[in-house]
């Protein structure tokens, strides 16, 4: 079973849609949470960060994270085709202290 | 902003080459990963380095070796390499160990 687990998709949705996208992990010492962003052919770049449990609130983007649960989100409000991307989540803490593991990443195309 | 360069974005090899990919961040960052990005396998760390001079195997580093001579630059090397080895190969540093990384644009090898 892999440490860190992702929807790799792919999901399409109409523009203006709300888009959940899902992580989920085994590993309870995790507790810095992340979500990058990746357009093809491109690093990825980061889109939040979160520590611990909570939400957190960036535009129309939104992070939760749900320790007790291991679950991880990234909500996306009123989707534009410019989100069209691979969405990936990573995370560290514990003995994984100085490394991410990522999920494998989550294909979303937003189509007009 | 901070910026990690990587030297190439596109480079061909043959089956036997020694190839070196080099990764520059202009940030004086401690921490330089190397990973590869593969479809369905998202991405995998290969080599990271806390320091000059040190290195630390990541899961995946059969095959590959890696020089940091100076802070700001780290370079994969693949000593003969193979066509598996096909793939994208991501660079990464972060200010400390366990915090967001920061990501090249990438360089997409293939070996034939």
């Known amino acids: 079973q892999k440490e860190v687990e992702q929807d790799p998709g792919p999901l399409s949705v109409p523009e203006g849609a709300i888009v959940s996208l899902n992580c989920t992990y085994s590993?309870?010492?995790?507790?810095?949470f992340m979500w990058y962003r990746q357009y093809s052919r491109k690093g990825p770049e980061l889109l939040m960060y979160?520590?611990?449990?909570g939400n957190k609130e960036d535009g129309r983007f939104t992070a939760q994270v749900d320790k007790s649960s291991k679950y991880i989100s990234l909500f996306i409000r009123d989707s534009q085709p410019s989100d069209s991307a691979t969405y990936l989540c990573?995370?560290?803490?514990?003995?994984?202290?100085?490394?991410?593991?990522f999920g494998q990443g989550t294909i979303l195309t937003v189509h007009p | 902003d901070v910026k990690v360069t990587q030297s190439s974005r596109y480079l061909v090899k043959r089956t036997g080459e020694k190839v070196f990919l080099e990764c520059v961040q202009d940030?004086?960052?401690?921490?330089m990963f190397w990973y590869r990005q593969d479809p369905g396998l998202g991405l995998r760390l290969i080599y990271f380095?806390?320091?000059?001079?040190?290195?630390e195997k990541g899961d995946i580093p059969e095959g590959y070796s890696v020089s940091r001579e100076k802070k700001e630059r780290f370079s994969l090397i693949l000593e003969s390499a193979s066509t598996n080895q096909t793939s994208m190969y991501l660079c990464?540093?972060?200010?400390?160990?366990?915090?967001?990384?920061?990501f090249g644009a990438g360089t997409r090898l293939s070996v034939l």
């Open positions: 940030m004086d960052h401690e921490n």
């Open positions: 380095s806390y320091d000059v001079k040190m290195k």
């Open positions: 979160t520590y611990s449990s």
């Open positions: 590993n309870s010492a995790f507790q810095y």
């Open positions: 990464a540093s972060s200010p400390r160990r366990g915090d967001i990384q920061y």
């Open positions: 990573a995370m560290s803490g514990g003995t994984s202290y100085g490394k991410l593991t």
